[in-house]
């Protein structure tokens, strides 16, 4: 009967493990020709979805939603799949109408220059129609009265969190109107920015009770995207 070496010449790699005449059958078996994991271990050159670390500590990027376009390089949590699957939809099932928006874009007059421009220009070069009060809102016109028509008219709301929104939203200026019209609808994606959820919770656990995107997640630009294809018909 064939005697173990590994007292004497130890099994630390595969090919030590293989060379023993009572063990080499079995780690044979078990590692691949070159010290791998044999079937175990997927191919590197194996196609698989990009993947990043979330907040949570794990691996996140691996879901597509049902609306995405073949071809589409943008990859999602499931738990963002999940929240925009009603609103996508509803976008589907709205009856069309004339000079509908495809968003509208609720944000705090602090960002108007900065984070919420951003926005509206990543959105607008990606095709995607928006509401914004900084050119649709006309100089002497009633600004609640055109946030109203602005609603009345767009297929999805988001709502652009910063420090500053959460800042307006306590002191009940006109970002908290149009928070409330938004929530009323039920469609609607908050969109975290240089913030957290918690904070927004603190102010408004409405709508901390919404899920949606962040850009602690993803790039304004990763955000865009995902926006427009929750829109695209």
Same mark, same amino acid.
């Given at each position: 009967?064939?005697?173990?070496?590994? +007292?004497?010449?130890?099994?630390?790699?595969?090919?030590?493990?293989?060379? /023993?005449?009572? /063990?080499?059958?079995?780690?044979?078996?078990?590692?691949?020709? #070159?010290?791998? #994991?044999?079937?175990?271990? +997927?191919?590197? #050159?194996?196609?698989?979805?990009?993947?990043?670390?979330?907040?949570?500590?794990? $691996?996140?990027?691996?879901?597509? +939603?049902?609306?995405?376009?073949?071809?589409?390089?943008?990859?999602?949590?499931?738990?963002?799949?999940?929240?925009?699957?009603?609103?996508? !939809?509803?976008?589907?099932? !709205?009856?069309?109408?004339?000079?509908?928006?495809?968003?509208? $874009? /609720?944000?705090?007059?602090?960002?108007?220059?900065?984070?919420?421009?951003?926005?509206?220009?990543?959105?607008?070069?990606?095709?995607?129609?928006?509401?914004?009060?900084?050119?649709?809102? $006309?100089?002497?016109?009633?600004?609640?009265?055109?946030?109203?028509?602005?609603?009345?008219?767009?297929?999805?709301?988001?709502?652009?969190?910063?420090?500053?929104?959460?800042?307006?939203?306590?002191?009940?200026?006109?970002?908290?109107?149009?928070?409330?019209?938004?929530?009323?609808?039920? $469609?609607?994606? +908050?969109?975290?920015?240089?913030?957290?959820?918690?904070?927004?919770?603190?102010?408004?656990?409405?709508?901390?009770?919404?899920?949606?995107?962040?850009?602690?997640?993803?790039?304004?630009?990763?955000?865009?995207?995902?926006?427009?294809?929750?829109?695209?018909?």
């Amino acid at each position: 009967m064939a005697r173990c070496t590994a +007292p004497v010449h130890g099994h630390r790699t595969a090919s030590g493990a293989a060379n /023993c005449p009572a /063990c080499g059958g079995r780690y044979g078996r078990s590692y691949g020709g #070159y010290g791998g #994991y044999g079937s175990h271990t +997927p191919s590197p #050159y194996s196609p698989s979805p990009p993947r990043s670390i979330g907040s949570s500590g794990g $691996l996140s990027r691996s879901a597509k +939603p049902r609306w995405s376009k073949p071809g589409s390089s943008v990859w999602y949590t499931p738990a963002e799949v999940q929240a925009l699957t009603p609103i996508r !939809r509803s976008v589907e099932t !709205r009856t069309p109408a004339p000079d509908i928006r495809d968003v509208f $874009l /609720c944000h705090a007059w602090d960002d108007r220059g900065g984070a919420a421009k951003e926005l509206h220009d990543l959105l607008e070069a990606r095709g995607v129609s928006v509401w914004f009060s900084e050119k649709d809102v $006309l100089l002497g016109s009633s600004l609640l009265r055109e946030i109203d028509k602005g609603l009345a008219k767009s297929r999805v709301g988001i709502v652009l969190v910063t420090p500053s929104f959460l800042s307006r939203v306590r002191g009940e200026g006109i970002a908290d109107k149009e928070l409330s019209a938004l929530l009323a609808r039920d $469609l609607l994606v +908050p969109i975290v920015h240089n913030t957290t959820y918690e904070a927004l919770r603190d102010v408004s656990p409405l709508l901390g009770s919404r899920s949606g995107l962040s850009t602690a997640e993803d790039p304004m630009d990763d955000v865009a995207a995902k926006l427009a294809e929750l829109v695209a018909l």
